[in-house]
C-alpha cells in the first residue's frame, strides 16, 4: 500500500482517472452531468497520458450517444478495452447496443452519473430512472455512493468484467456525487495494474473479430435456435455475484477498503431496516450511527451490485430481529405496483419463504418508497421517518418522502430539523455568490488548499440556479475530522460560516436561516461602513442579533479596483474566509493562498500572480468587524418579487420557484402533464445591467436597428397615435415618427425596459447616428442604471398600455417598420451579448401570434424552457408563440409532426365548412375557399372569418358543428418552426433533419450556428471551422466545417438562407420572410457568435462583420421558386473576402489560443482556411452564376 | 577606415544599429540587417498594453471560465503550452543571440513601473546585452505638473537600476520643458545612455465613421535635425551615450549626426522602406565620404560640430530661429 495520496476531486474526475488507465478506445457524446469524465480523458490523452499498458486512449466524439454505443461496440468486436460515459437520454440511446454487447458477451464498462429522464420535463439532475431503465438489457449493474467509491468500483467494475464475460454499467449519483469535490484516496497505477488480470485480457482479445481466424457474428436466428441461444448466457450470471466479491475482495487487500456486494450498517438487533443504493446510502448510514446512538434499533443495507440481483446473499444480511423492511427507488414507474429495487427485494423474500430457507415464517412488513427525484434532497430527517414509519402496524406503501403529495397522499411527513451527530463534528460553511463572481472557483480552491495541507476531510457542492449567465450559486462546503457521509446541502441553522458575495442578494434571499448561533457572517459590500448595517434587510438584522453573530464586511470590489485586479473578487473573498473562518491560523492560511495563487497562474501571468498577492494582503486592512446594534434598524423593505398584478399562477407557484421555495410546492400545485404558461419571464426583474441606454429622441432617425439587434427584447419601439396618450409619465419620451410610411400625427417611442436590461451594449454599437457637435454622442448612450431605474420603470410600464401597431397595416420589409411589431420572446436568461436570441426573437416579431415551436435541446432550450419562466410570451390578444422541447435527436421529426397535424386538422376543418355550407353564410364559405393568406391583411381577415364563423355555429346544432369549433383556429394559417443548435442540427438530430427536408412539407428550420455545443460547454461539432480549438479538438479542428447549405441545396425543393444578423440586418428580415413565404421546407442557418468563442460578446456585431469579411462566413438565399421564372435560385448577399482570415482569427480565443500554443500548426491551418474561404466564396459564386433556362423554353427549343 | 564607435560600454564596429522595428521580428531580416553591417539590433518593443491585455484575456478566457452555468463550468480547452507575448519576446531574444554575432538589445514599451521589473529580469536573463526603456508616456493630465512627469521617468530607472545590471538606455520624447537637465537627472540615476528621440504618432479621425483612427507615416530626414539639435547640446555635457533616432535616411544624415555627438545613429525608417540591405550602402557612403575627407576614424569626427565645439555655438540656440526664417523665401 505504500504512502496514500489523497486528491481532491469530483465523481467524474475520480471515475475518468480510471477509466482512462484502464481503456484503449474511448467514444463518447456529451450529456450533462458525464460529459466532463470524456473531457478529461481528451485532455489527458492530448497531454499523452497513457493507460497501464503503455498506450495513449483513442478519444472520439460520436455525432450522438447511438453512435458513440456502436462505435464502442465496433471497437469491442475488434478486440480493443473500450469504454464510454454517458448519463439519461444518452444512456437510452445507447440500449439497442447494450443488448448486442451483453448478447455477446463482452466484457466492457459503461459508467453513467446516473440522470432523470426527460418526461413531463427534461431534467439534468441525478436520480436512478436511466440506469432503471436499461436493467433488462443483460448488462450487470454496480452503484456507488460517493467519490471514493465512484473511484474505487470504477475500478473493481472493470477488473471485474473481464473475468465474468458480462459488460457493466457502473453508475452513480448525477451531481450529487459526480459534481461533488471531496478528498479521496488515490489509487496507484500498481494496484490498478494488479486488479486488471492479463491473462483476462489476453482471452478479450482472443475472442475479438479477426480475419486471421474470422467467425460471424450477428447472425439472424429463427424459432427454433433463438431461445436456446438466450438462455446459453446463463451459467455466466450464475457466477458473476461470486466473481465480483473476490475481485472486491482483491481490491481490499490492496487498498484495505472492503466492499461486499450487499453491506449492512446498523444495530445487530435492529428492527426497522432500509434497503437503498446510491449516494442516499451515504445519507443513511450516517442517520443510522446517529440513530444507534440514541439508542434505537435500526439498519440499513447498501446495495451494490444490483444486477445480477443474488436475492440470497441479501436476505441473509437482514438481522433475525427485523421487523419492518423498506426499500427505496430513486426512480417512478407509472402504472407499476412497485419500483424494480422494492419489487425484486419482496421477490426475494417471497421466494425464500416458498422454498422454505428464510428466517420468517410470512413475510414482514414491507413498505417501497420513492424518493430523491431529480436530485430532490434526501436527508436525516426524511430517514429517520421513514424509521418511524416503519415502526408502525402497517406502514404506508407506497410512500414518497421529500414532497407534500396531497393529490394521491403518499407523503411521509418529517422534521426538517432533525440533525446527526455527524453535523456538530463538521464545520460548515455556505456561500452565495453570482455566477461569474469566482465565487465557485475560490470555494473549489479553498477545498484543494484544505485538503491537501491538512488532515481534514472535505467536501464542496455547488447549487446554480437556472439562469445560463448571471446565475445565483450557493456553495456548500464541509470541513472535518472523520469521513463526511453527508450526501445532502447544509441545512438551516447548520452553518458555521455564512458569506454573502453580493450585497444584491441580500433581499433575495433569506440567507441567514442557514446560520448557527454564533456563526460568522461575512458580507461583501459596497456601501459605507457605517451604513452596513442599515443595508442589511431587517428580516437578515433580526438573525445576526438573535444567533449573536458575528459580522464581518468588506468592499471587496473596491479593494479588487485598488490591487488592479478589476472586478475579480474571488482571491479577497478567499481571503476573508480564512482569515475569520479560523479553520487554518492566519499566516499559515494566507500563505496557503499564496501559493496557491502561483500554481494557478504559473509563471505564464506573473502580472496576475502579483496582483492576486497585492489583492491579499489589501483584504487583511480592508476587512471590518460591524457592530450589531441591540435592535434591528429595519430600513430596507423586503421586495415583493412578483407584483400583485400578475397571473395567479405566477404569484402562486412561479413566485415560489423564483424566491428558491420551490420544494414547498404540493403535488396538487404543479402541472400534471408538463404544461406551463408562457409570459412569465416579463415577471421577474432582474437588475443585472450596470448601465442601460438612454433615448436621445432629438438625434434618433428611427432606422429600427436598435429593436432589431437587442438580444433580451429590452429595448422596443412603438408607433401610435398621438390621442392615445393619456397623462403619459412626465419623461416618457415620444416624437413624430420620420419617414411617409407612416399617416400624420403618428408618434413614435423607443422605450428601455430597464430592469431586464443586461446592459450589453449592443444596441448603441449598432446605432449609426452621432451627434455632430459630440462625436461620441449617438442616439442611444449607455447611463448608470440605478439612478434611472425608477423614472423607466414607470415609462416602460406606461409605453406597454400603448396600442400595438395593427399588424396589417405594418410595413414588413423595412426595417423601421417591422420592428414596431410586438416582440413574443422576452428577457431570456441567455447570456450577456448573445448571437442565437436575436433571431428567434425576430421570427416571434413576424410570426408568433400563429407560431408553433419545436426546440432541440440545447442553449435555447435552456433560455427558452428552463424553469421558473419562459421568455416566450402573448400579444394582448392572448395569442403568441407555442413552445416544447421533446428531445434532442427528434427534433426535426418533431416539428414535422406538427405540420402534419396542423395540416389534417385544418383539412377538417374545410371539410366540415363543405359538410356544413348549407346552414353557413355563402359569402363566408366563398371567403374560405378564396382566402389568401400570404400576407397579414389576409390572415387578418381569416380570423375575421373565423370569428363570424363561431358566432354562426354558437347557433347551429349537430356533431359536425362542435367538431368545428374544435378545429376552426386551424384555418388560419400557422406557421411552424423547428429551432436548435449546430450539435443539433449538424451532428445528433442531422438524420431527421435530412429526411425533414427531403419530405418537402412546409416548415422553417432555424439552426442557430454557434459552431460548437455551446450549453454543455464547447465541444466540438461537425460546424466547428478548421483551426478552431474546442474540447475534443484541443489541438484546433483538422477538418472542415459541414457545408450544412451545400446538402440542403442538393435537394433542389429547399428554400437556403445563410444570415448574420450583425452583419446585414436587412438580409436577414429577408431571408425570415422568404423563408416563411415558401411553401416547403425552408432552412436558415444562422450566424451566431458565442462566448464559447473566446471574446467578449459587447463585440456580437464587430465579429459578425469580421466573419463576413474574411469570408469565414457567407450571406445568401436559395429560393427554388425563382427557377419557375428562369432566374437562378441562389442569390449571394456578401461580397469576397476583403480580409485576411487571421484578421478574423485572431480576435477570437478560439483560434488565437492554437496561435499561442501550436504557431506552427496554426499558420498551417489558418492558411488553408484562408484557401476554403476562397475557393468557397468563388464555388458559391459559379453556382449562383449558371444560367436557368425557362423549362417552357427548354422544351420548345427541343420541338423546334 | 576606423568606423568603431562605443555606445553603452559595448564596442561597436560602426555606429549604424537599426531602431525597434518588425525587420526583427524575422530571423532572416535580422540576418539581413546583420550582412549589411549592422553593428547591433535593437530589437522590436514588448508593449506593456499588450502584455496586459493578454493577461486579461488569459484570465476571462482561459483561467475564469465559469459564467454560473449548471452545465458547463468552461468553454474552451486550456493548454499547457499556451506562449504568451512574453514568452514569445524572450524566445527572439535566444533565438537572436544564437544567429547573430552583433549585441542585441531588447527593447520594453510602457508607462508603469509594476511588473516591468519581471520583464526586465526575464530579459537580462534571456541573454539580451542591452536594454532600451521607451517611455511613451502622453502627458494629458492638466493637473499632473511637469515636475510629476519627470519624477515618472526617474522613478522608473531607479526601480530599474536596482535590479538590472545589463546596459540600461531611455528612449525619450522631446516634450520635456528642460531636455538637458532631464537627461542630467537619468545620468545621475544610473542611466547608460539616452536615445533621442522618440516619434509619438498622432492619431487622425476617419471623417466618415467620426472615429479617432490609427495614422502610421515613416520619418523624413527633415525630422532628424530636431534630434541633432538636442546630440549637439548634449554633446560635453553628460558623461552618457548619446544615440540620434528619427529621420536618418542618407550617409548625410548619420554624418551630421555623429559631428553633432551621437555615439550611435538609428535607422528605422529607412530600412522599411529601402529594405534591410540599405544599411550597407549607407556605411559605404559614410566611408567614402570619410576618407574623401581625410578622417581617420569615426571617434575623431563624433562631437566635431557639437555646440561644445562648433564654430558658431550660439546658433544651436535662438540665433538659429531668426537665420532660418530670414533664410526662407516666399
Not at chain 1, 61 to 68: D, K, P, R, T
Not at chain 1, 307 to 321: G, H
Not at chain 1, 519 to 528: D, R, W
Request: aromatic share 8%.
Amino acid at each position: 500500500m505504500g504512502q496514500d495520496k489523497s486528491l481532491i476531486i469530483d465523481g467524474n474526475e475520480a471515475v475518468a482517472r480510471i477509466a482512462h488507465k484502464t481503456n484503449e478506445v474511448i467514444a463518447i457524446y456529451p450529456i450533462t452531468p458525464s460529459s466532463p469524465m470524456g473531457e478529461l480523458s481528451d485532455d489527458w490523452s492530448s497531454a499523452g497520458q497513457k493507460n497501464i499498458w503503455g498506450n495513449i486512449p483513442e478519444v472520439i466524439e460520436m455525432q450522438s450517444e447511438g453512435g458513440a454505443a456502436g462505435a464502442v461496440h465496433g471497437s469491442l468486436q475488434a478486440g480493443a478495452l473500450t469504454t464510454t460515459f454517458t448519463s439519461s437520454q444518452g444512456l437510452l440511446l445507447m440500449i439497442p447496443n447494450m443488448y448486442k454487447i451483453a448478447g455477446e458477451l463482452t466484457p466492457a464498462v459503461i459508467h453513467v452519473a446516473a440522470r432523470s429522464l426527460a418526461a413531463q420535463a427534461l431534467s439534468i439532475f441525478g436520480d436512478h430512472s436511466d440506469v432503471m431503465a436499461i436493467r433488462q438489457t443483460g448488462y450487470g449493474m454496480l452503484a456507488s455512493g460517493s467519490v471514493q467509491e465512484a473511484m474505487d468500483m470504477a475500478l473493481i467494475s472493470q477488473a471485474a468484467t473481464l473475468k465474468t464475460w458480462i459488460p457493466i454499467v457502473h453508475f452513480f449519483d448525477g451531481f450529487r456525487t459526480s459534481h461533488e469535490l471531496a478528498r479521496v484516496i488515490d489509487i496507484d497505477d500498481s494496484v490498478i495494474r494488479a486488479m486488471i488480470d492479463e491473462e483476462d485480457v489476453v482471452q478479450f482479445r482472443a475472442r475479438a473479430m479477426s480475419p486471421d481466424r474470422p467467425v460471424i457474428r450477428g447472425t439472424s436466428q429463427n424459432p427454433d435456435v433463438y431461445f436456446q441461444a438466450r438462455e446459453s448466457v446463463n451459467p455466466f450470471y450464475e457466477a458473476m455475484p461470486d466473481i465480483v466479491q473476490q475481485t472486491m475482495d482483491k481490491f481490499a487487500e490492496l487498498t484495505g477498503r472492503q466492499y461486499r456486494l450487499f453491506d449492512y450498517v446498523g444495530a445487530e438487533d435492529a428492527e426497522q431496516v432500509i434497503l437503498l443504493m446510491g449516494s442516499g446510502a451515504e445519507a443513511a448510514d450516517e442517520t443510522v450511527e446517529s440513530l444507534l446512538e440514541a439508542g434505537e434499533k435500526v439498519g440499513i443495507i447498501k446495495i451494490r451490485l444490483y444486477r445480477p440481483f443474488t436475492a440470497q446473499r441479501l436476505l441473509k444480511l437482514i438481522p433475525r430481529s427485523c421487523q419492518a423492511i423498506a426499500v427505496l427507488d430513486r426512480t417512478k414507474e407509472p402504472g407499476a405496483d412497485g419500483e424494480p429495487l422494492y419489487k425484486d427485494v419482496m421477490t426475494a423474500m417471497a421466494e425464500a419463504i416458498i422454498r422454505g430457507d428464510s428466517d420468517y415464517k410470512v413475510l414482514p412488513r414491507m413498505a417501497g418508497g420513492r424518493y430523491g427525484l431529480s436530485s430532490k434532497e434526501f436527508t436525516p430527517g426524511m430517514i429517520k421517518a421513514i424509521f418511524d414509519e416503519l415502526k408502525s402496524e402497517s406502514p404506508k406503501s407506497p410512500f414518497t418522502i421529500g414532497i407534500i403529495d396531497d393529490v394521491s397522499h403518499t407523503h411521509l411527513e418529517w422534521d426538517a430539523s432533525f440533525e446527526t451527530s455527524a453535523v456538530k463534528k463538521t464545520t460548515q460553511c455556505v456561500f452565495y455568490g453570482l455566477g461569474s463572481d469566482g465565487t465557485v472557483s475560490a470555494n473549489k480552491n479553498t477545498i484543494k488548499i484544505i485538503g491537501e495541507e491538512t488532515d481534514l476531510q472535505a467536501q464542496g457542492y455547488f447549487v446554480y440556479d437556472s439562469k445560463k449567465a448571471g446565475a445565483v450559486t450557493i456553495s456548500h462546503l464541509r470541513f472535518g475530522a472523520e469521513q463526511i457521509r453527508s450526501s445532502y446541502l447544509i441545512g438551516t441553522g447548520q452553518a458555521q460560516f455564512v458569506a454573502c458575495h453580493q450585497d444584491m442578494l441580500l433581499d433575495r434571499f433569506d440567507m441567514l436561516e442557514m446560520a448557527a448561533p454564533g456563526a460568522v457572517f461575512l458580507l461583501n459590500s459596497s456601501a459605507e461602513q457605517e451604513a452596513v448595517w442599515d443595508s442589511l434587510p431587517p428580516n437578515l438584522q433580526q438573525q445576526v442579533i438573535e444567533k449573536k453573530l458575528k459580522f464581518y464586511a468588506i468592499d471587496a470590489y473596491q479593494v479588487a479596483s485598488d490591487s488592479g485586479m478589476g472586478r475579480r473578487i474571488n482571491t479577497i473573498m478567499q481571503t476573508c474566509f480564512f482569515a475569520v473562518s479560523g479553520i487554518l491560523p492566519g499566516d499559515e492560511a494566507i500563505e496557503k493562498i499564496k501559493s496557491a495563487v502561483e500554481k494557478s497562474y504559473g509563471r505564464k501571468g506573473r502580472r496576475i500572480v502579483d496582483m492576486n498577492f497585492r489583492a491579499i494582503d489589501n483584504t487583511l486592512t480592508a476587512m471590518y468587524e460591524v457592530k450589531v446594534p441591540e435592535r434591528t434598524t429595519g430600513k430596507i423593505e423586503k421586495q415583493q418579487l412578483i407584483p400583485d398584478s400578475a397571473p395567479e399562477f405566477v404569484r402562486e407557484v412561479t413566485a415560489r420557484l423564483i424566491e428558491g421555495k420551490g420544494d414547498l410546492l404540493p403535488v396538487s400545485m404543479l402541472p400534471n402533464d408538463g404544461t406551463w404558461p408562457t409570459g412569465t419571464a416579463i415577471w421577474e426583474k432582474r437588475n443585472i445591467g450596470p448601465e442601460i441606454p438612454v433615448w436621445d429622441e432629438e438625434l434618433c432617425i428611427h432606422c429600427g436597428k436598435c429593436p432589431f439587434v437587442c438580444p433580451h427584447a429590452a429595448i422596443r419601439s412603438k408607433v401610435f397615435p398621438v390621442d392615445v396618450l393619456e397623462d403619459p409619465p412626465v419623461s416618457f419620451k415620444y416624437v413624430p415618427v420620420k419617414g411617409k410610411e407612416f399617416p400624420e400625427g403618428m408618434q413614435i417611442s423607443y422605450q428601455v425596459a430597464p430592469e431586464d436590461c443586461t446592459g450589453c451594449g449592443i444596441c448603441v454599437e449598432i446605432c449609426p447616428v452621432r451627434d455632430k457637435s459630440r462625436s461620441s454622442h449617438k442616439a442611444l448612450n449607455m447611463r448608470k442604471q440605478v439612478p434611472l431605474k425608477e423614472q423607466e420603470s414607470v415609462n416602460w410600464d406606461y409605453f406597454l398600455t400603448l396600442p400595438e401597431y395593427k399588424r396589417s397595416d405594418i410595413r414588413w420589409r423595412t426595417m423601421k417598420g417591422a420592428m414596431i411589431s410586438q416582440p413574443l420572446f422576452e428577457f431570456s436568461g441567455a447570456c450577456v451579448g448573445c448571437g442565437e436570441t436575436p433571431y428567434i426573437k425576430l421570427a416571434t416579431q413576424l410570426f408568433g401570434d400563429r407560431m408553433i415551436v419545436a426546440n432541440a435541446t440545447g442553449c435555447s432550450s435552456i433560455y427558452g424552457g428552463n424553469l421558473p419562466t419562459t421568455p416566450y410570451s402573448k400579444d394582448p390578444q392572448g395569442r403568441g408563440p407555442t413552445w416544447s422541447n421533446s428531445l434532442f435527436e427528434d427534433n426535426a421529426e418533431f416539428g414535422l409532426g406538427f405540420r402534419l397535424a396542423i395540416n389534417a386538422q385544418k383539412d377538417h376543418a374545410n371539410n366540415l365548412i363543405d359538410t356544413l355550407s348549407d346552414d353557413l353564410d355563402e359569402d363566408l364559405v366563398t371567403g374560405f375557399k378564396q382566402a389568401d393568406q400570404s400576407d397579414e391583411a389576409g390572415i387578418y381577415d381569416q380570423r375575421q372569418r373565423v370569428e363570424r364563423l363561431r358566432e354562426q355555429l354558437q347557433s347551429m346544432t349537430g356533431h359536425e358543428a362542435r367538431a368545428l369549433e374544435g378545429v376552426a383556429d386551424y384555418l388560419v394559417k400557422k406557421s411552424v418552426w423547428i429551432i436548435g443548435g449546430d450539435g443539433w442540427a449538424y451532428d445528433i438530430g442531422f438524420g431527421g433533419v435530412d429526411h425533414v427536408m427531403a419530405s418537402g412539407r412546409d416548415v422553417n428550420i432555424l439552426v442557430l450556428d454557434t459552431e460548437v455545443y455551446s450549453n454543455t460547454g464547447g465541444q466540438m461539432s461537425k460546424a466547428t471551422p478548421k483551426g478552431a480549438v474546442a474540447k475534443f479538438a484541443a489541438g484546433g479542428k483538422t477538418m472542415k466545417k459541414k457545408d450544412l447549405s451545400m446538402i440542403a441545396m442538393a435537394y433542389e425543393n429547399v428554400y437556403v438562407a445563410q444570415v448574420a444578423f450583425g452583419a446585414k440586418d436587412m438580409q436577414t428580415l429577408k431571408a425570415f420572410m422568404e423563408a416563411e413565404s415558401y411553401p416547403g421546407p425552408s432552412v436558415i442557418i444562422a450566424y451566431s457568435p458565442c462566448i464559447a468563442h473566446g471574446v467578449d460578446l459587447a463585440y456580437n456585431l464587430q465579429q459578425q462583420e469580421l466573419a463576413l469579411k474574411s469570408g469565414h462566413w457567407n450571406l445568401f438565399r436559395y429560393d427554388p421558386r425563382r427557377t419557375e421564372q428562369g432566374k437562378n435560385p441562389l442569390q449571394l448577399d456578401s461580397a469576397k473576402p476583403s480580409i485576411p482570415y487571421v484578421d478574423f482569427a485572431k480576435t477570437e480565443m478560439r483560434f488565437s489560443m492554437l496561435q499561442r500554443s501550436q504557431p506552427d500548426r496554426s499558420r498551417e491551418l489558418f492558411g488553408q482556411a484562408e484557401k476554403d474561404a476562397h475557393e468557397r466564396y468563388e464555388h458559391y459564386k459559379k453556382l449562383s452564376e449558371i444560367t436557368y433556362e425557362n423549362e417552357d423554353a427548354a422544351i420548345t427549343s427541343k420541338e423546334n | 577606415m576606423d568606423m568603431s564607435t562605443e555606445y553603452l560600454g559595448l564596442k561597436l564596429k560602426n555606429p549604424l544599429v537599426p531602431s525597434a522595428s518588425p525587420l526583427s521580428k524575422n530571423l532572416d531580416t535580422a540576418k539581413k540587417l546583420e550582412d549589411a553591417g549592422a553593428s547591433a539590433l535593437v530589437m522590436y518593443s514588448l508593449f506593456e498594453e499588450e502584455v496586459r491585455e493578454e493577461d486579461d484575456l488569459m484570465d476571462n478566457y482561459l483561467y475564469s471560465q465559469d459564467i454560473g452555468h449548471n452545465e458547463a463550468h468552461g468553454y474552451l480547452p486550456v493548454s499547457d503550452n499556451y506562449q504568451t507575448k512574453t514568452d514569445e519576446y524572450l524566445a527572439q531574444i535566444f533565438s537572436l543571440k544564437h544567429a547573430l554575432d552583433i549585441p542585441v538589445i531588447a527593447s520594453l514599451n510602457g508607462v508603469t513601473v509594476g511588473g516591468w521589473v519581471d520583464h526586465a529580469l526575464e530579459i537580462q536573463q534571456a541573454g539580451a546585452d542591452a536594454l532600451e526603456l521607451n517611455v511613451y508616456y502622453i502627458a494629458a493630465e492638466p493637473d499632473k505638473s511637469g515636475r510629476e512627469v519627470e519624477s515618472l521617468y526617474v522613478d522608473l530607472l531607479v526601480e530599474m537600476r536596482k535590479h538590472i545590471n545589463i546596459p540600461l538606455v531611455m528612449k525619450l520624447s522631446p516634450y520635456f520643458s528642460s531636455v538637458a537637465y532631464m537627461v542630467r537627472e537619468l545620468q545621475k540615476h544610473g542611466v547608460d545612455g539616452v536615445s533621442l528621440f522618440n516619434r509619438f504618432y498622432q492619431p487622425g479621425i476617419d471623417l466618415e465613421t467620426l472615429n479617432i483612427i490609427p495614422e502610421l507615416s515613416l520619418s523624413s530626414s527633415q525630422e532628424s535635425l530636431l534630434a541633432m539639435r538636442w546630440v549637439g547640446l548634449l554633446y560635453g555635457n553628460v558623461d552618457i551615450s548619446l544615440a540620434a533616432t528619427g529621420g536618418i535616411h542618407t550617409a548625410e544624415d548619420a554624418l551630421r549626426m555623429l559631428m553633432s555627438g551621437a555615439n550611435v545613429c538609428h535607422l528605422c525608417s529607412a530600412l522599411l522602406k529601402n529594405g534591410p540591405g540599405y544599411l550597407a550602402k549607407i556605411l559605404a557612403e559614410m566611408e567614402s565620404w570619410m576618407e574623401e575627407h581625410e578622417y581617420e576614424s569615426v571617434s575623431q569626427l563624433i562631437g566635431s560640430a557639437s555646440k561644445l565645439n562648433a564654430v558658431e555655438p550660439a546658433a544651436f540656440e535662438r540665433c538659429n530661429y531668426l537665420q532660418v526664417l530670414r533664410s526662407y523665401q516666399v
